[in-house]
Each structure stands twice: as structure tokens, then as C-alpha cells.
């Protein structure tokens, strides 16, 4: 592979909202480049996990070089393509950082939505230079007039800027080839430099260990190098580095503003982080790369087998997907409910179920899970501030000096018709207003402030069901905030179920504890004694269920006659279930642990 001068190379990405066609439009880029013959072209070649096609959403950046002839010479155009979802946020931030151009990409007849402004936001905020795209130009519902109109309101885009294309059918894919060339600069940096590196991605193969994904800022790799990681301070030799085209494709080395990979026999990806800094080995190597940030786990559940025999089972597959999935996380813990299991840590709810999809595809094991939760903070009595990633953690209130809770900003886009129904859904859930504004005359942006344990339950499907499916949103964590949080504990037959408490608004625990006693009285089967259902705040209890129990007519064989006999039996019958109750133990069904993680509305 022959040497590149920086000025025919362009790095860039594709950033959109969900759906709004940026796979199809990557597809396309790759098949007029010639990267991938149309025969090779399997559709959107780039989502290849078994999960995204099924979901059809883009969960992992990648990166893929395409040469392109324009004008007489030969670009080198990295496509880097970045995850839609908020989740991912920290990773679309990172694939930004490689980039000097994006392609902003919206749909001809969604127009703008809430990812379109967070992604288009994130970009010029890192300097990128906008190729603004109307997509799908070819739908009959396109309504272009008013897409332009609505870019240029929120986004202060120049409609004679916009160039209009259609991913499914290829019109407009050679105008914006030639804009990406003519308007994204050429990637600064200089190849006789001290090696600095960063690494946006990564991914582990089973024969090969982690591939790394990086762009060089600096400096140049090539094979055979010692290098270092320096967030772990880890010193690796460079096996095999190369470009993705869009097969592994080895070469020697990889100069200042390029894309490419490297192999180092690295046997976990523990040891490399998105957005850590590669340099050369030894005391003489570069400084960091700015804008670091470990991945923030915001939520929070416990997985258990439901045989407990399959703990080691569960164990192998978690480990196997960490190895894969460094943003996810998880320890052993333990539950008098449920026995041995794992408490797990997330980016986001999207992700919780990303993950949980993937242990029932790739393992057999039948899982419980119990109801997510956030990360919350708690300030002590002594002054201390510590974190609380499950229920059972949370301290004795008296030793509680302040309980916080994550707060978000969500943005959140309709037709103006439904701001009524959204306004009332994120006041319901304690929403701050922050500002309202109209994008076009039909559609409004609203903004709130919400505790993020109140957006993860059920904000997405509820915003959809009150906008009949037009609403989108995003959001961003903007810090904690102190607030009246309790733990709600759920009581059986006495007995607290570890894996049942939740922590939740006191001023929310009598409805939501009343929910949860309802539900499980419908769950547990009889006994032959009385159980009861209770949901407590520390020592008060605030709610109360029984669920009768299994009757035996004890008086069957008694004809007539007389009513003491009766009686004495049933005084016997009475005695005989108190002792039961005593050391009778609750079966709870499994069944009952997924019914409270339906906490939000009744
Ligand atoms: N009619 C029409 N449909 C298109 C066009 N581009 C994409 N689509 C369709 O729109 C849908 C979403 O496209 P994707 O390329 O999967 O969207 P995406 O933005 O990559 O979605 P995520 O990966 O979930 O972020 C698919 O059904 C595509 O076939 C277009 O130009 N015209």
C-alpha cells in the first residue's frame, strides 16, 4: 500500500438519527467507490453483529477505507460509522475525535429530530466541518421544502448547502463524494512527530485478541513497534496494524491522519479503553490526547440463573461478553431470593437489553433479572459521598445526610399538535421545564430536567404512545441532584426480599409499593397458611396484601351433630397453621421477580 500524502486523505463520519439511513447510505458510499462490487454487497454491509440486523440499529462504530478517484488523484476516504443511540453517546464522541468532517443525514419526511440535533450538536463542538444531507428524496412524503427549513432553524445550516440524496436508489452519492473532498479538510498532524495515537474502538476476535481501532494524530505505526497504552501504562509490540477495506487488510504503516487497526496480542479488552492515547514505549513518548472519560455506568440490575446450577454457566457467558463489550460490567453477588448471581452495570437501558439479548442468544441460560436501578450518591452523616448501585446498599436513613439522584436533560421533538400530552408526561414524572421552541411552524422542541431513574423506566414507549410514534428524544446526564429518596422494601410473610427492594421518591413509595404487593399476591401461589405482602420504609410498613390460605375442610366428616366438636377441630386446625407459618417458607415463582420490574404505572 503505497504512502499517502495527508492531502488526499478525508476522515469522516455519518451521523443521524436512528432509521434515518445512514447503514444504507455507508452501503451505498462502499459500492460507489468500488469498495465492495455490488455482487459482494451483502445489504448494510456494516451492521454485521447477528443483533443489529435483528434490532437494525447501529450499535458499534466502525471503520472502513475507501479509495476514490477524483480529479485525477487518488483520495483515501475513512468512513468511521458511529452508533445512533444515546447509550452510546461517550462512543459517538470518540468517533467524532478522528474525524475532520461529518455527514449529517436527515430523513426527507422525518425531518429533524432529537439524535439529529445531540449528533450534529456533538460534531460542531469538535470542530467538525457538516456535509448536511436530506435523505430519501425518493419517498412520496418527502417534504424537503420543510426539511431545509427546519435544519436551517435549529441548526443554522444554509439550505444552498444541503445536498439531496437517496441512499436506496444511489441519486445524489457522486455530488456527495465530490463535497466531501472539496469541503472536509485534510487531516492535520505530522507524520515525523512523536507517535500519538487514539484508540476510538475496539473489538475481540477469538484466534487474534483485541483489534484495536485508531486514528494516528501524530507521529506513524508501523509493524513491529513497541507501543503503550497510557491509561493502563500497558506495553505491547505491534503484530499486525492495517486498514479495514472493509475486510482486515495488513500493510506496514499507518501515518498522521490515517484510520486503520492494530493486533497485539492483547488477551482482553480490559486493557484498552475508548479514547486512551497510544504512543511509543519507553519514558519518550507523547502526552495524552485530550477529552479522556471512563465509561459512565448509569444503570444497574442483578442477573441470576434461574437454576441455580447454571452460576458458572452464567459466569463464563458474562465474562465472554465483557470481553467484547468493555462498557459493560459485573460482580458476583448474592441474593436470599435468588441465590448466587451477578449485579450488572450498563450505559443505559438500551444497552441493559442489548446485552441480556445477547446471553439468551449465545448461552442457554434461563435468567431472572431484577428491577434496574440508577446510580445514586449518598452524602453520610461523616461527610463521605459515595455511590449506590443497588438497593441494598443504601445505608439506615438516620446515617443519610443527603440522597441524590442523576438528573437529565432530555430533548424531546414533535408535531407541535402533541406538546400538550408530552409536556404533561414529563411533569408527571418531575420534569423541570428549561425552554420550548418551534423548529417550523408544525413541530416544537421542548427541554427538561428529569431524574434519570424516572426517564429509563418507561419515558421512550410513553412518549411514543402520546405522540402516536412522531415524538423522539434525547438526553444527557447533567449532574446529581438531592432529592426525597427512601428504599422500599417488600415484606414476605416478614421476611424482606433483598431482591425486591427499589429505591423510589417518597412521596411515589405508597403507590409503588402498593403496586408491587398487588402484583405479587396475584403471583404467589396459596399455602396452607396465610402469607402476607408487605411493602415497609425502614421499620413502617405502607402497604399490605394476604393472600388467603389453602382451606381444608377439617369438619367434612362431621354429620351434623354437635357445633363443639366443630369447633374444637377447627381451634385444632387453627393451631396446627400458626405453627406452619412460623417455619413455613414462602415459595416465591420466578414469574413474581419479573412482575415488580414493572414499576412504573399500574
Ligand atoms: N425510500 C428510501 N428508504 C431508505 C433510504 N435510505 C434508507 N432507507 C431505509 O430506511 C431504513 C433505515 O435505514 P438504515 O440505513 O438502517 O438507517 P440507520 O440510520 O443506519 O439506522 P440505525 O443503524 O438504526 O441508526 C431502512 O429500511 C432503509 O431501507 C432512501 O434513500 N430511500
Same mark, same amino acid.
Given at each position: ?12 463520519? +455519518? /451521523?443521524?438519527? %436512528? $432509521? ?8 451505498? #458510499? =462502499? &459500492?460507489?467507490?468500488? @469498495? ?96 448536511? +444531507? /436530506?435523505?430519501? %428524496? $425518493? ?8 426539511? #431545509? =427549513? &427546519?435544519?436551517?432553524? @435549529? ?448
Amino acid at each position: 500500500m503505497p504512502e499517502i500524502a495527508n492531502k488526499f486523505i478525508r476522515n469522516f463520519c +455519518i /451521523i443521524a438519527h %436512528i $432509521d434515518h439511513g445512514k447503514s444504507t447510505l455507508a452501503d451505498r #458510499l =462502499l &459500492e460507489f467507490t468500488g @469498495t465492495v462490487t455490488r455482487r459482494e454487497m451483502k445489504e448494510q454491509l456494516l451492521d454485521d453483529m447477528q443483533l443489529e440486523r435483528d434490532r437494525g440499529i447501529t450499535i458499534k462504530a466502525r471503520a472502513v477505507r475507501m479509495m476514490y478517484m477524483y480529479e485525477g488523484n487518488e483520495y483515501e476516504m475513512n468512513l468511521i460509522d458511529t452508533p445512533g443511540h444515546v447509550d452510546f453517546h461517550y462512543e459517538v464522541s470518540r468517533s467524532l475525535a478522528c474525524c475532520e468532517g461529518a455527514i449529517l443525514v436527515v430523513d426527507a419526511a422525518q425531518g429533524v429530530e432529537a439524535q439529529t440535533l445531540a449528533n450534529a450538536f456533538a460534531a460542531m463542538n469538535s470542530n467538525l466541518t457538516i456535509v448536511p +444531507i /436530506i435523505n430519501k %428524496i $425518493d419517498l412520496v412524503n418527502a417534504r424537503i421544502e420543510e426539511v #431545509l =427549513l &427546519e435544519m436551517e432553524q @435549529t441548526l443554522a445550516i444554509d439550505s444552498s448547502e444541503v445536498l439531496k440524496v437517496s441512499a436506496k436508489t444511489g441519486v445524489g452519492i457522486e455530488g456527495l463524494c465530490a463535497a466531501l473532498i472539496q469541503r472536509i479538510p485534510e487531516p492535520k498532524g505530522d507524520p515525523e512527530a512523536i507517535l500519538q495515537a487514539m484508540v476510538f474502538d475496539s473489538h475481540y476476535d477469538d484466534y487474534r485478541g483485541a483489534i484495536t481501532y485508531i486514528r494516528v494524530i501524530n507521529g506513524r505505526l508501523s509493524r513491529g513497534m513497541k507501543i503503550r497504552f497510557l491509561r493502563t501504562n500497558s506495553t505491547h509490540e505491534i503484530l499486525e496494524l492495517g486498514q479495514f477495506t472493509p475486510q482486515r487488510t495488513a500493510c506496514n504503516v499507518l501515518l498522521a491522519g490515517e484510520v486503520g487497526y492494530i493486533i497485539c496480542n492483547i488477551k482482553s479488552l480490559k486493557l484498552v479503553h475508548i479514547g486512551d492515547t497510544v504512543t511509543i514505549a519507553g519514558d519518550n513518548g507523547a502526552p495524552a490526547l485530550e477529552g479522556y472519560k471512563p465509561p459512565k455506568r448509569m444503570v444497574y440490575c442483578g442477573l441470576y440463573p434461574s437454576d441455580g446450577q447454571e452460576f458458572t454457566e452464567l459466569r463464563d457467558a458474562l465474562e465472554k461478553l465483557a470481553m467484547n463489550d468493555p462498557s459493560f460490567e459485573f460482580e458476583p453477588e448474592t441474593s436470599d431470593a435468588l441465590g448466587f448471581g451477578f449485579r450488572c452495570g450498563f450505559l443505559g437501558l438500551l444497552h441493559m437489553e442489548i446485552v441480556q439479548q445477547r446471553l439468551e442468544q449465545e448461552s442457554n441460560i434461563d435468567l431472572i433479572q431484577t428491577a434496574p436501578n440508577v446510580t445514586y450518591e449518598i452524602l453520610n452523616k461523616n461527610g463521605e459521598t459515595f455511590q449506590i448501585h443497588k438497593p441494598q446498599d443504601v445505608p439506615d436513613s438516620g446515617q443519610i445526610e443527603e440522597f441524590r439522584q442523576p438528573i437529565v436533560r432530555v430533548n424531546l421533538i414533535q408535531p407541535a399538535e402533541f406538546i400538550g400530552n408530552v409536556m404533561k408526561l414529563c411533569q408527571d414524572r418531575r420534569g423541570v421545564l428549561v425552554r420550548q421552541e418551534y423548529l417550523s411552524p408544525q413541530r416544537t422542541m421542548i427541554v427538561y430536567d428529569i431524574p434519570l431513574a424516572e426517564v429509563i423506566y418507561d419515558l421512550h414507549d410513553k412518549l411514543k404512545s402520546a405522540t402516536r410514534g412522531y415524538g423522539t428524544m434525547d438526553y444527557e446526564v447533567i449532574g446529581y441532584q438531592p432529592a426525597d429518596l427512601v428504599k422500599l422494601d417488600i415484606l414476605v410473610n416478614a421476611v424482606r426480599v433483598d431482591a425486591l427492594s427499589v429505591i423510589c421518591h417518597r412521596y411515589d413509595a405508597e403507590r409503588r409499593g402498593r403496586g408491587v404487593c398487588k402484583r405479587l399476591k396475584d403471583e404467589i401461589d396459596r399455602h396452607m397458611f396465610e402469607v402476607a405482602i408487605q411493602a415497609a420504609i425502614g421499620g413502617r410498613i405502607i402497604a399490605r396484601e394476604s393472600k388467603p390460605a389453602m382451606r381444608k375442610n377439617v369438619t367434612a366428616k362431621c354429620y351434623g351433630g354437635d357445633i363443639s366438636r366443630k369447633k374444637k377441630l377447627w381451634a385444632k386446625q387453627k393451631e396446627g397453621k400458626k405453627r406452619m407459618k412460623a417455619i413455613g417458607q414462602v415459595e416465591i415463582p420466578q414469574k413474581a421477580f419479573l412482575a415488580v420490574l414493572d414499576t412504573g404505572e399500574e
